[in-house]
């Protein structure tokens, strides 16, 4: 099962306390400029015809020891259940950006790995996600530096 991700939202109404609209500008201006960088993101992916998984799968297996996972670790990496990551790795094989191979140290096992392919789409991919992020760096940092002081400054956020 994926993790748990992030906090509860309340539903006693009544136990919520109002925030300074100061901390909710400063986090309306990062959340813009997130939502500007990942949309710009998930442009260039689809330009491409991959999925932000599919994107995540690759830089994953690009940065594993060995260079290759098997199944139950891509699902592991990638916070997803092992049906899901099968049919991942198999999309993804599919589209060339994968290879399984043997598991030398197990016949019954086989490991995944980039391709060609998946290693060149990669680094042109993450070229343009570097892009994207420098293009909102700036408010990026400014807009979570605002927010951080805002935060820091009101006792009970």
Not at 89 to 118: H, K
Request: with cysteine; proline share 6%; charged share 20%.
């Amino acid at each position: 099962m994926p993790a748990k991700r992030g906090p509860t939202i309340l539903h006693d109404q009544a136990a919520v306390k109002p925030l300074p609209p100061s901390i909710l500008a400063a986090l309306a201006a990062f959340r813009a400029a997130l939502s500007r960088y990942s949309d710009a993101t998930r442009h260039c992916l689809a330009e491409e015809g991959v999925s932000p998984r599919q994107f995540t799968l690759l830089a994953v297996l690009s940065q594993a020891p060995s260079g290759q996972l098997s199944v139950g670790e891509v699902a592991a990496a990638l916070h997803l259940n092992h049906n899901s990551a099968v049919g991942l790795t198999q999309r993804a094989e599919r589209a060339g950006l994968i290879e399984r191979v043997p598991d030398s140290s197990d016949a019954r096992r086989v490991l995944i790995r980039l391709s060609e392919r998946g290693t060149d789409l990669l680094h042109q991919l993450a070229r343009a996600h570097i892009t994207g992020l420098c293009e909102e760096r700036g408010q990026l940092v400014t807009s979570l530096q605002r927010w951080t002081q805002e935060l820091e400054a009101t006792e009970d956020p």
